[in-house]
């Protein structure tokens, strides 16, 4: 087969470097927790989760992060700054991204705050990971890096990060229509924010993770408002889909998953899950927690 002539602007694409981290969010399912500070701030383990998505970011070589904080979430910013009182046995390379910021003035929905990314993406395909969501991986090429290199080999409009999630769940999430058989990499033609499980097309949910190309600010200037009346990154990702644009997702493996840290009893799970895996302290509160547990002792 003939290959396509490239023309200037392919050539001219260099490797994905830039993330936007939406993080503009009330916080509202974890009030009282959320009064005065971002949920993005809440401790999974001894970081906040704002850190694990930053690490997990330059783990993926990328290189630029534009933060869309709001009310009240100066303290991301605070926490991301070169200056912080690290000394240089603490530097990390996520301390080496370079951080910029915009701030969206109204909750009016992820996808008008990806919307204020357009000037940072420059042209660019870029990737989002939403703050309030950490993927834990011991795969040895974690979700976001097979993501990045399944979207610049293939070129879609967007790849999304997939994750099988019961039944019953299927109504807190993006839920993908697979275009036909579903693989590791796949293809789709629908996706539908929040169904009811009975109209859900599977259970396959989008997992906070996207990859997606410059379309997309077109995509979301066509989008109506949505549920609640918010302008919904699913929605702008069915108008791509209207446009015959490709869209694909890349499905979390074993050993993969999302912590969900924007209601409680996810919030829960996710700081227990990382605390007891905290290679000091792990093992002492898995004996602690072994003991408080053990039947028949009195509760409190
Ligand atoms: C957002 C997205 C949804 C996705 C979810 C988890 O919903 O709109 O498609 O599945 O994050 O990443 P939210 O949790 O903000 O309601």
Redesign the pocket.
Known sequence: MRKRPRDKSEKDRGPITKAVVPAA?RGTRLLPATRSQPKEMLPVGRKPTIQHVMEELAAAALRQVLLISGRGKRALEDHLDRDAGWNEEERQPWMDLQFFHARQTQPRG?ADAVALAEPFAAGQPFVVA?G??ILVSRARQPVLKRMIEVHARLRPAATIAVEEVPRDAVN????VAPKGDVDSVFAIRG?V??PSPSKAPSNL????RYVLEPAIFDAIRRTDPGVGGEL???DALRVLLKDKREVLCVRLRKGEH?L?I?NFPSYFQAFAELALADPEHGAALRAWLRRRLRPGRAEG
């Open positions: 969010g992820l939403l309030d969501s807190r999430y993006g839920i996706i924010e929040k949910a989008a997992a906070g919904w990154l699913t999302r969900d924007g």
